[in-house]
């Protein structure tokens, strides 16, 4: 079954600890993709990855990094979160060609006090 | 960059009547258009999709329209259900070869389909 697995589910932290939102997919997809969805602005990509060691910054880029190492899985680092990180976030994967869809996972609630 | 506006940002229908949400861009780039459905607590699904080769595209009650020169694109969904009730997100991309770059999403239409 084709998936896009996002942990933890629920996270609720503090201003300044480090923390990383995992996320894996079982499709063999070249591209991956984070977003974060706040009411009112819709879905924004933070970054996103055309294959392993490629990267690039999407739309809303600032206080998150991310690596790919593997093709399988694209970690996103807030290395010093803070209250306005707090939002829900979505791993995305795709596979190249005309006729691949973006497949997302469930998403991750993440709260930064 | 692009910008991607969507409207409404929620839609009321009787269920049987059929519903339309529009989107507009601002990047000529942008060749790919995807809509998304959303329900609660899920992530977003590909519902229907549209290049910016073709000018429609309909899968059974799902409909796409897109006009280059215009620059917008519209969802169509006929004889609405219960069960279309959800958040739909069009987005707007470009790439070479269904690759796929930056990815820019409109706000999000809520739709009610009131049995």
């Known amino acids: 079954e084709a998936q896009v697995t996002q942990n933890p589910r629920y996270l609720i932290t503090v201003t300044g600890k480090k923390l990383t939102v995992t996320c894996s997919q079982n499709m063999n997809h070249e591209y991956m993709s984070w977003y974060r969805q706040d009411p009112g602005l819709g879905l924004r990509q933070i970054y996103y990855s055309m294959n392993v060691e490629v990267t690039d910054k999407g739309d809303v880029p600032e206080g998150y990094k991310v690596s790919r190492k593997e093709k399988r899985n694209f970690p996103l680092i807030l290395e010093s979160p803070s209250p306005n990180q707090t939002s829900l976030y979505f791993c995305?994967?795709?596979?190249?060609?005309?006729?691949?869809?973006?497949?997302f996972g469930a998403g991750t609630r993440l709260s930064v006090l | 960059g692009e910008n991607v506006e969507q409207h409404p940002s929620t839609l009321s229908v009787q269920e049987g009547d059929s519903a339309v949400i529009k989107c507009t861009y601002s990047?000529?780039?942008?060749?790919?258009f995807p809509w998304y459905k959303q329900e609660l607590g899920k992530g977003p699904q590909l519902i229907i999709d549209?290049?910016?080769?073709?000018g429609e595209k309909k899968d059974q009650r799902i409909a796409v329209t897109l006009n280059k020169t215009a620059k917008h694109f519209s969802l169509h969904i006929t004889e609405t259900q219960p069960e279309d009730s959800a958040v739909y997100f069009c987005a707007a991309s470009s790439g070479l070869s269904g690759g796929y770059q930056k990815v820019t999403f409109g706000i999000g239409t809520k739709l009610q389909v009131i049995p």
């Open positions: 995305a994967s795709k596979g190249t060609g005309a006729k691949n869809i973006q497949y």
């Open positions: 990047d000529s780039a942008s060749n790919y």
């Open positions: 549209i290049r910016s080769n073709v």
